[in-house]
Nanobody
Framework: QVQLVESGGGLVQPGGSLRLYCAAS????????MGWYRQAPGKERELVAH???????NYADSVKGRFTISRDNTKNTVYLQMNSLKPEDTAVYYC??????????????WGQGTQVTVSS
């Protein structure tokens, strides 16, 4: 059994910054790709950024130059540093991870989501 728990969301003014955290716990043999998705009201869920076990990183065009994804494999944690936030960044942000619970198998997991609101 694996759980992903996000934290760090909140209310921030335009131009401000937030740092999101996602920690994986439970039966974990290996974490492959970890990433952040977001879903705004009335919109489909979209990829924000992801990072592979080899530290290959992709960003959505809308966040390039403003957001930074990183991971700490010793803590089974992925981070999302968000700078120069805009009102259009307002959404629920979800952590996602591709995990092998044991030496056998591979499954995809989602966190419960954390709200990010950018407003003056």
């Amino acid at each position: 059994q694996v759980q992903l728990v996000e934290s760090g969301g909140g209310l921030v003014q335009p131009g401000g910054s937030l740092r999101l955290y996602c920690a994986a716990s439970g039966s974990i043999f290996r974490i492959n790709t970890m990433g952040w998705y977001r879903q705004a009201p009335g919109k489909e869920r979209e990829l924000v950024a992801h990072i592979t076990s080899g530290n290959s990183i992709n960003y959505a065009d809308s966040v390039k130059g403003r957001f930074t994804i990183s991971r700490d494999n010793t803590k089974n944690t992925v981070y999302l540093q968000m700078n120069s936030l805009k009102p259009e960044d307002t959404a629920v942000y979800y952590c996602n991870a591709d995990i092998a619970p044991t030496v056998w198998g591979r499954e995809n997991y989602w966190g419960q989501g954390t709200q990010v609101t950018v407003s003056s």
